[in-house]
């Protein structure tokens, strides 16, 4: 189990000192603010999405390493997903960082197991989903910024 924290912590640590997708993205169909108040995490999320596919998605902002690992993680992750697979994947990683999800490995989860320590701090499960409430929003058109309070 320790090895597999040590690769977990790896991971957040790399995304978090080299996000992906860590850019504007001048042609979005869907952009939104997401704020965190209680740590401070701020970012804006880009989506452009063509025929419910999401086709590009990026980021920009700052915040704590959980926050910017989890909103690097999540882009890779959803590009070239349909709408219904970004759904998905949002009740999976929300189960997860809450710690409803027992069946919790890198085969099943990919890098998406890196945050299931999360689960272990509630002060950060808000950290963890907050790219996350806010890429949902902005799937569903919402416009008004996300906020985790
Ligand atoms: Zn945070």
Redesign the pocket.
């Known amino acids: 189990m320790s090895e597999l924290r040590a690769l977990y912590q790896e991971i957040i640590l790399e995304h978090n000192k080299k996000p992906r997708n860590f850019r504007k993205l001048d042609d979005a169909s869907r952009t939104l603010e997401g704020y965190?108040p209680l740590?401070?995490?701020h970012y804006t999320l880009y989506l452009k999405i063509e025929n419910d596919v999401v086709v590009d998605i990026s980021f920009e902002g700052a915040?704590?390493a959980?926050?910017k690992a989890s909103a690097s993680v999540m882009t890779t992750m959803l590009k070239g997903r349909t709408k219904e697979e970004a759904q998905r994947m949002f009740e999976t990683f929300h189960k997860l960082v809450t710690g409803e999800l027992t069946d919790i490995s890198f085969e099943t989860l990919g890098k998406l197991a890196a945050f299931a320590g999360v689960s272990e701090f509630p002060a950060?499960v808000?950290?963890a989903s907050?790219a996350w409430h806010t890429m949902r929003n902005a799937l569903d058109a919402k416009s008004e910024p996300v906020s985790t309070e």
């Open positions: 965190n740590c401070g995490d915040g704590c959980i926050s950060r808000k950290c907050l």
